[in-house]
Structure formats: structure tokens, C-alpha cells
């Protein structure tokens, strides 16, 4: 699944190409992924684009929004006759000829004969036509972005006071901070020494703030390198890929040695999700 890394690239990719270009045509190969009146859109100029958590939102002209979701699968691919460039979830759509048998919406341009292509294997992402008002409903599904200054050691401590879910469960709830995924929740604890079985409100004030430290480490060396690729098949590919996955300590690596003590990386579910940490020096 794409996390805020992965969502921010995206993001910072297509606003250098997307900014002032109007939407000309939208062909919508399938109903689910696309939610509103297309109509409503068409003639809009994208003024820019944004994100929250790992929803991006191309704002129009028109005073309506283009809000989108990759969830498990989705890719956000801009063509034009020079370049490819966006990303997501990698899959042969990265390389093969677009539309592909993935590709749900693709938006045509006026400007340069570029095109944008939504693809989801899955078909859990959406694209959703909202206005102002119902993007700030949407937005307050979600707590502070990890990497917002909101995002402090008191504000996390404030909100899991009176909760003993797993740590790793409560940071990677949106409602509390927006953004943290499965790889890099399972980073952050690593480098903070911290079990990620413990009780959320367990923690003392330092472990607090070795977390909230680590949390924007990881995120922000994630978006440093582009998000993180772990397909062989297309971790090469430019314009597309991350490379994260080369700094990753114990996320993947089961079995493998520790890189700070030496003992073994062991592989937990948490929440009904894949935990990788080291029982040695998280404890």
C-alpha cells in the first residue's frame, strides 16, 4: 500500500505538471472509482496539488476539488509526450503502454496532449468530486500529518492516555496522526527501542518523544528517497520508483540480523498486521 511517502512523491511529482492544465475529457472505465457528476469538472483548470494523510487533492478553479485515495493499489500516471511520471502502487502499468487493463479513469488535457491516468488492480481507490466544505469534512477524519508541527510528544501522549492498544496500532490510527503506514510505524519503533506490543498509554515521557522523533525521521527519509519500491521489476524505473527500501532496518527482513545488536528480526502479527522488530533491543 502507498504510504505517505510514497502518496507526498506522487504528489510533488504531478503538481510540477499538473498546475494549470484544464481538463478537457474524463473517461471513466469503471463506476466504482469515480464518485460524482463528471460534468461538474470539465473546463476546470487544476490550480494545485496537495495532500493530507495519503489523500491528494488537485484543486479546480471552479471552487470544486478533485480528492483521491490510492488505498491498497491505486497509481496516479501523467503522460504527455516527453515523460511518464507519478506513481504508486508499482505494477507492470508502470511500464506497460497506458490505458492498460488496470486503468479505471484517464483524464484528458487540453494543454500538450497529456493525459492522467487513475489504474487500481484492486479497485479500493477512488476519485471523488468534492467542494471546499466537503473536503474540510474529510480532512477532519484525520489527525495532525506525522510531520506537522502539531504532531508533538505531549499531543500523542494526550490522546493515547487512555488507551492500551499496541503502540503500533494507535500510531497508525488516522484519527490521531495521519500518514503512518505499516513499514515505517514498524521503522520508527525500531529506532526508538520501543516493543510494539506496549500499551499505548505505557510509555514514559521520553519514549514519547524518541518516538515522535523517529516517526519524522523515518517519514521524512521516506520522502527523500521517493517512498519506498520493493518489486525488483520496476525499482528502477525512473520517474516512477523509490528507494527507501534500501534504508529499511528490520521492515521485510525476517530472519535477518539485527542491524544494532546482532540478534535475529523477527516477524509478529499486531493488529492483524506483519510486525517486523528485534525482541533484543525493542524491549
Request: net charge positive; with cysteine.
Amino acid at each position: 500500500m502507498p504510504e505517505l511517502p510514497e502518496v507526498e512523491t506522487v504528489k510533488r511529482r504531478l503538481a510540477e505538471v499538473l498546475a494549470g492544465k484544464t481538463i478537457r475529457q474524463i473517461k471513466v472505465l469503471k463506476d466504482k472509482s469515480f464518485q460524482g457528476e463528471v460534468e461538474d469538472v470539465l473546463g476546470a483548470k487544476i490550480i494545485s496539488v496537495q495532500r493530507k494523510a495519503k489523500l491528494i487533492r488537485l484543486q479546480l478553479d471552479n471552487e470544486l476539488n478533485l480528492l483521491v485515495h490510492l488505498k491498497m493499489t491505486g497509481q496516479l500516471i501523467y503522460q504527455d509526450e516527453e515523460q511518464k511520471i507519478g506513481g504508486g502502487h508499482p505494477t507492470a502499468d508502470w511500464v506497460a503502454n497506458l490505458p492498460g487493463k488496470h486503468t479505471r479513469i484517464i483524464f484528458y488535457f487540453r494543454e500538450d496532449g497529456a493525459k492522467l491516468f487513475f489504474n487500481d488492480m484492486r479497485i479500493f481507490g477512488w476519485i471523488k468530486v468534492l467542494t471546499d466544505e466537503e473536503i474540510n469534512e474529510e480532512y477532519d477524519k484525520y489527525g495532525p500529518d506525522v510531520i506537522d508541527a502539531e504532531f508533538t510528544p505531549d499531543y500523542l501522549k494526550e490522546k493515547v492516555k487512555n488507551r492500551r492498544i499496541a503502540i503500533k496500532q494507535a500510531i497508525m490510527i488516522n484519527k490521531i496522526v495521519g500518514g503512518v503506514g505499516n513499514i515505517y510505524a514498524c521503522e520508527a519503533l525500531f529506532l526508538a527501542r520501543i516493543d510494539p506490543r506496549r500499551p499505548s498509554n505505557s510509555l514514559k515521557d521520553d519514549e514519547y518523544e524518541i518516538l515522535v522523533e523517529k516517526l519524522k525521521q523515518v517519514i521524512a527519509e521516506g520522502i527523500a528517497h521517493n517512498g519506498t519500491t520493493f518489486d525488483g521489476k520496476y525499482v528502477g524505473v525512473d520517474g516512477l520508483a523509490g528507494s527507501y527500501q534500501k534504508k529499511l532496518k528490520v521492515y521485510g527482513q525476517e530472519g535477518e540480523v539485527c542491524p544494532k545488536c546482532g540478534g535475529k528480526v523477527k516477524k509478529i502479527k499486531v493488529g492483524g498486521r506483519g510486525t517486523y522488530f528485534c525482541e533484543e533491543c525493542q524491549s
